[in-house]
């Protein structure tokens, strides 16, 4: 049965910049499982009204939906316990870890270089409700939080300093073949790379080398997807 993955869409559809739904379409081609996404935009709440959630990943299989990127991961090795995303009670724990760290560490470092990029390949009620939604949480317009692209940059190698040395001698955060933790990093770095077509790493960086070894996995599945610059 084909997995539906309800997957954030820029008004080309061409272009899915989310950095959770990224999670879940890489864990699910981890899993081999079959799936198929369906664009979904910021305004359209009522089309995954029963999962419970107002945002994707949502995930529907065998009519059980299932929301929240970190949930459907515990969901897939649950269900489908072949080729695991977390091997082991050990590991699940410090892929929680990681993927807390990308969501509150290091997707906060990248959002000064992503919002007015987002914004500007939405459409209509979408940007509008973007730029509305988060000028309201950071509490200032969204130029005023992006001002400062020097400094954003400096902090985003700051937050990459350990996995940047982590990844120094081994190819994966997952040793010697990725796991959840690589597929959490990834999502965020290929949020950015879905809006600039270009992480601002380092190019003899180990980060750029293990980006590139990413982007190969699945027959090149993220490098192959379109950016808002190609
Ligand atoms: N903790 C959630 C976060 C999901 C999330 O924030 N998704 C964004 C897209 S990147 C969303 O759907 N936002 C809808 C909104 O802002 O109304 C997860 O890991 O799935």
Not at 57 to 80: G, H, N, Q, R
Not at 85 to 100: E, H, I, P
């Amino acid at each position: 049965m084909t997995i539906i993955l309800y997957d954030l869409a820029a008004a080309d559809d061409r272009i899915r910049f989310s950095p959770y739904c990224w999670r879940t379409k890489m864990a699910l081609l981890h899993k081999g499982l079959e799936f198929e996404t369906i664009p979904w935009r910021f305004t359209d709440k009522e089309t995954i009204t029963p999962s419970g959630s107002t945002r994707v990943p949502v995930i529907v299989d065998d009519d059980k939906w299932i929301a929240d990127s970190w949930k459907i991961a515990l969901y897939l090795d649950e269900t489908y316990p072949q080729r695991p995303l977390m091997d082991g009670d050990a590991v699940r724990s410090l892929c929680k870890f990681v993927n807390s760290w990308c969501d509150m560490s290091l997707n906060k470092a990248l959002r000064p270089l992503a919002l007015l990029q987002v914004v500007a390949i939405l459409q209509g009620k979408d940007a509008d409700y973007f730029r509305e939604s988060r000028e309201a949480r950071l509490g200032m317009s969204l130029e005023a939080s992006c001002a400062d692209q020097s400094a954003a940059h400096t902090s985003l190698i700051e937050v990459l300093a350990p996995t940047e040395r982590h990844l120094s001698d081994q190819s994966f955060l997952g040793g010697g073949s990725p796991n959840y933790a690589d597929y959490a990093l990834l999502g965020s770095l290929k949020w950015l790379h879905s809006l600039t077509g270009d992480p601002p790493l380092a190019s003899d960086s180990a980060m750029q080398m293990w980006f590139d070894r990413m982007l190969d996995l699945f027959d090149g599945y993220a490098r192959r997807a379109p950016t808002a610059q190609s």
